[in-house]
């Protein structure tokens, strides 16, 4: 079956703009994690949607960055007045339920300028 | 804090040695324990996996890693790499007690080579 997708593949945009990450998980999957991955880092963990709600959002590191999933599929990440710092490949997972394996998608590289 | 310590940061090897990437984390409460592999312009993909019961766990390109509660570690072997191993491989904690979220490792390269 289809795997995690997530959109663009690739962004690059200019410093203070506004970007959106869009990740559609695993048909199912009530659970939806978004992870970022800087160069020579293992994965970090933003936020955790069970279904449509925001069940952790502990690691998104300041109020610049918001993430919906409104009809508890998809989920938008969102990331206001980016910065250079913001650079990273950001990865969408899903699983079944909290408790089960995340299956990770291939990422999104945004590239702020 | 929790974390998840990865030892080597590079491993070259010569095909068909055996490997060994460790992997050690901060806690000995419940844990979940995860490798990833990430192969070159891929994504993010589940090696292998501990949740409970034998603390042996095996994948199925054999590839193997072992529970060790007492030295709260996880590393990964293979008794014979190939070069398409050559990969990323990080190493994945999630604690029981501490949401869902899992803790990565900072990587290990294994490069093999003939």
């Known amino acids: 079956g289809a795997g995690v997708s997530q959109t663009p593949s690739n962004k690059v945009t200019e410093k203070g703009k506004y970007v959106e990450l869009r990740c559609d998980p695993i048909?199912?999957?009530?659970?939806l994690y978004w992870y970022r991955q800087s160069l020579g880092q293992g994965p970090e963990f933003l936020i955790y949607f069970q279904g449509t709600g925001a069940a952790d959002d502990s690691g998104l590191p300041n109020d610049r960055f918001f993430a919906v999933r409104p009809e508890g599929s998809v989920s938008t990440l969102k990331i206001q007045r980016t910065e250079r710092g913001d650079s990273a490949v950001y990865l969408c997972?899903?699983?079944?339920?909290?408790?089960?394996?995340?299956?990770f998608g291939p990422g999104t590289r945004l590239t702020v300028l | 804090a929790q974390s998840v310590t990865q030892l080597d940061s590079q491993v070259p090897v010569f095909e068909e040695a055996p490997v060994e990437l460790r992997c050690n984390y901060s806690?000995?409460?419940?844990?979940?324990l995860f490798w990833y592999v990430q192969y070159p312009n891929q994504g993010l993909q589940l090696l292998l996996k501990?949740?409970?019961?034998?603390?042996l766990v095996e994948s199925i390109n054999g590839f193997e890693a072992e529970f060790n509660k007492s030295q709260t570690s996880f590393h990964l072997r293979k008794p014979s790499v190939h070069i398409s191993d050559t990969a990323e491989y990080f190493c994945?904690?999630?604690?029981?007690?501490?949401?869902?979220?899992?803790?990565f490792g900072k990587g290990t390269t294994l490069s093999v080579s003939s």
């Open positions: 806690s000995s409460v419940s844990v979940y």
């Open positions: 501990y949740l409970s019961g034998s603390t």
């Open positions: 994945a904690v999630r604690y029981n007690q501490a949401g869902t979220a899992l803790i």
């Open positions: 048909s199912g999957h009530t659970a």
């Open positions: 997972a899903s699983s079944i339920s909290r408790r089960d394996t995340q299956y």
